[in-house]
């Protein structure tokens, strides 16, 4: 699997080149000299903004700082909350007076269990994803099916972006390995996959397992 991500990094390139020559080439018939001046502009876009530019560099330091720093203490956190949760569920509802401590006590371990439920269902969801466009790959025979599965399966834990991405690398490397009508195919896949996933598993699967009615999940779901 990790020497097909390697591999599933050149297709994507090549798929980016792909394009590009596409412009050149296809209906658009762009000159070098218009991709160059279309690269030039983007440039001096930033330039002209440099010390926005800057300033968002900046930001973006702080806040991948921020989420390392998150990440190292949500290990440590889940570590302690693994190895004694009871213990830490116990004395945070011991902070409460003793007359309301058995209807929080038995309200928290309620809704451990719908969170643990939800999580269960999406990661059914992503693996029935995942499973579903790798097929779709295998069957029109498109290489690095394996780890286009694998990336679908991450990216379904992220929402609305990461069905989009992880869509769009499957497309791509469709388009540079099989041609034009097979990335065709393989994007008519994954939008079926997609919404049988969004509009017809969620449904039934969030709705069993965190005891939502169906019609009350695809509404969630459309409001976004």
């Known amino acids: 699997m990790t020497t097909q991500l390697s591999d599933l990094r050149v297709e994507v390139v090549e798929g980016l080149q792909q394009i590009e020559d596409w412009l050149q080439d296809g209906p658009l018939n762009m000159s070098d000299a218009d991709i160059s001046a279309m690269v030039d502009r983007v440039q001096e876009t930033f330039n002209s903004g440099n010390g926005e530019v800057v300033t968002r560099v900046t930001d973006v330091g702080t806040t991948v700082t921020r989420v390392a720093a998150g990440f190292f203490i949500m290990l440590f956190a889940t570590y302690f909350f693994l190895y004694q949760g009871n213990r830490i569920w116990g004395f945070l509802v011991g902070l409460f007076p003793r007359a309301a401590r058995r209807q929080l006590d038995n309200s928290g371990r309620r809704a451990w269990v719908s969170l643990t439920a939800f999580v269960r269902a999406t990661v059914l969801v992503a693996l029935v994803d995942a499973v579903g466009i790798a097929l779709a790959a295998a069957v029109l025979r498109v290489p690095l099916a394996l780890a286009i599965g694998a990336l679908v399966f991450l990216g379904a834990f992220v929402p609305l972006v990461g069905a989009l991405v992880t869509g769009f690398v499957a497309v791509l490397v469709a388009l540079v390995s099989q041609g034009f ?28 397992l965190v005891s939502l009615h169906p019609l009350a999940v695809i509404i969630a779901i459309a409001a976004g």
């Not at 990335?183 to 598993?201: D, P």
């Open 181 to 208: 009508y097979i990335s065709l195919a393989m994007l008519g896949a994954v939008v079926l996959v997609q919404q049988i996933e969004a509009h017809v598993l969620q449904p039934f699967l969030l709705g069993r």
